[in-house]
């Protein structure tokens, strides 16, 4: 028993972590960083204390086969880089609270991809929980009557959950099938060449070297608290919890993002975004409920198995 509590525990700290995120990427945005470079540095500052444990504990994580090697970059470059600087624009320019509901979809983008290309039956409780999610969604983007946000950052809420799908399905299907620490370590390091090439390129990484210290006191909050803090609790959550009670108590996290946006910026959701995300929480609890019911079929290790055993958005 105290075990599990102490699971829990952890998990509620990932929330409370994994909630920062948002805020904090704001304030490396205000003082004068962009989304590119943000997740560049941070994904360069965890890369190098991931790869310094893994040369230490898992060297053969380092090694990839030839055959492997484009799920791994395909892997790095949607799974992480697009889910984290999708999020990070998301971030700026919509809610917090909004931007963590309209992520949360990721479930179900990996639910649709699953039947269309491998062919994974629907239940009815999946097609109903669908519904609802979408439901919310309109509801939370001001489909009745509310004051419509910013619609790129809400595209880009979307495309991060798509993302992080992304990274689901390589864990269920691709290349972190067999090896989910070798995938990890793989996503990290090809998402931050994948990300640190798209700053160079546009010129994004120069505001590296004009930023405040504030900036790098950010960057160095979301890499090791938002980044490796939170996957390292969620890992050692799992020693005394089941993957699918971590990931419906990790999803915790939207009601902590909403607590900080409310904390560090005053920022209130608006009654449509309470009701919207109220739906999309349920859709995804009963997903998850549904998948616990459905047996070992569905079950696998982290960080493929749960909802959101993740790296962190």
Same mark, same amino acid.
């Given at each position: 028993?105290?075990?599990?509590?102490?699971?829990?525990?952890?998990? @509620?700290?990932?929330?409370?972590?994994?909630?920062?995120?948002?805020?904090?990427?704001?304030?490396?945005?205000?003082?004068?960083?962009?989304?590119?470079? @943000?997740?560049?540095?941070?994904?360069?500052?965890?890369? !190098?204390?991931?790869?310094?444990?893994?040369?230490?504990?898992?060297?053969?994580?380092?090694?990839? =086969?030839?055959? =492997?090697?484009?799920?791994?970059?395909?892997?790095?470059? &949607?799974?992480?880089?697009?889910?984290?600087?999708?999020?990070?624009?998301?971030? /700026?320019? !919509?809610?917090?609270? $909004?931007?963590?509901?309209?992520?949360? +979809? %990721?479930?179900?983008? /990996?639910?649709?991809?699953?039947?269309?290309?491998?062919?994974?039956?629907?239940?009815?409780?999946?097609?109903?929980?669908?519904? $609802? %999610?979408?439901?919310?969604?309109?509801?939370?983007?001001?489909? @009745?009557? *509310?004051?419509?946000?910013?619609?790129?950052?809400?595209?880009?809420?979307?495309?991060?959950?798509?993302?992080?799908?992304?990274?689901?399905?390589?864990?269920?299907? *691709? /290349?972190?099938?067999?090896?989910?620490?070798?995938?990890?370590?793989?996503?990290?390091?090809?998402? $931050?060449?994948?990300?640190?090439? %798209?700053?160079?390129?546009?010129? =994004?990484?120069?505001?590296?070297?004009?930023?405040?210290?504030?900036?790098?006191?950010?960057?160095?909050?979301?890499?090791?608290?938002?980044? +490796?803090?939170?996957?390292?609790?969620?890992? %050692?959550?799992?020693?005394?919890?089941?993957?699918?009670?971590?990931?419906?108590?990790?999803?915790? =996290?939207?009601?902590?993002?909403?607590?900080?946006?409310?904390? +560090?910026?005053?920022?209130?959701?608006?009654?449509?975004?309470?009701? *919207?995300?109220?739906?999309?929480?349920?859709? &995804?609890?009963?997903?998850?409920?549904?998948?616990?019911?459905?047996?070992?079929?569905?079950?696998?290790?982290?960080?493929?198995?749960? /909802?959101?055993?993740?790296?962190?958005?």
């Amino acid at each position: 028993m105290k075990g599990h509590l102490l699971g829990v525990f952890l998990v @509620i700290l990932v929330g409370l972590f994994g909630g920062a995120t948002g805020p904090v990427e704001r304030f490396a945005f205000q003082a004068g960083l962009t989304p590119l470079s @943000i997740n560049a540095a941070r994904l360069l500052i965890s890369t !190098i204390l991931i790869l310094a444990f893994a040369a230490f504990r898992r060297p053969d994580a380092l090694v990839v =086969e030839r055959p =492997e090697l484009p799920g791994h970059i395909l892997n790095g470059a &949607v799974g992480i880089g697009v889910t984290y600087v999708a999020t990070n624009i998301a971030f /700026v320019r !919509i809610p917090v609270g $909004l931007a963590m509901m309209l992520f949360y +979809l %990721a479930p179900f983008w /990996v639910m649709i991809a699953a039947r269309l290309f491998w062919k994974e039956p629907v239940t009815p409780l999946q097609a109903g929980c669908l519904l $609802l %999610a979408l439901t919310g969604t309109w509801i939370a983007v001001g489909g @009745i009557g *509310g004051n419509r946000p910013d619609l790129f950052g809400t595209l880009c809420a979307v495309a991060g959950g798509m993302g992080y799908a992304c990274y689901i399905l390589s864990g269920r299907y *691709g /290349v972190g099938r067999k090896e989910p620490f070798k995938a990890y370590i793989q996503a990290f390091l090809w998402g $931050l060449l994948v990300v640190s090439a %798209a700053a160079l390129v546009t010129g =994004e990484a120069r505001t590296l070297l004009q930023t405040t210290a504030r900036g790098w006191i950010s960057l160095v909050v979301l890499a090791l608290v938002c980044t +490796l803090g939170v996957y390292g609790l969620l890992m %050692a959550s799992l020693r005394f919890i089941p993957g699918s009670v971590a990931s419906i108590v990790s999803m915790s =996290e939207i009601a902590f993002a909403a607590g900080w946006a409310w904390l +560090l910026f005053r920022e209130i959701p608006s009654p449509e975004v309470v009701r *919207g995300g109220l739906l999309i929480i349920v859709s &995804v609890l009963l997903l998850g409920f549904g998948k616990r019911k459905a047996g070992p079929r569905d079950r696998g290790p982290a960080p493929e198995n749960a /909802v959101f055993s993740r790296p962190s958005s």
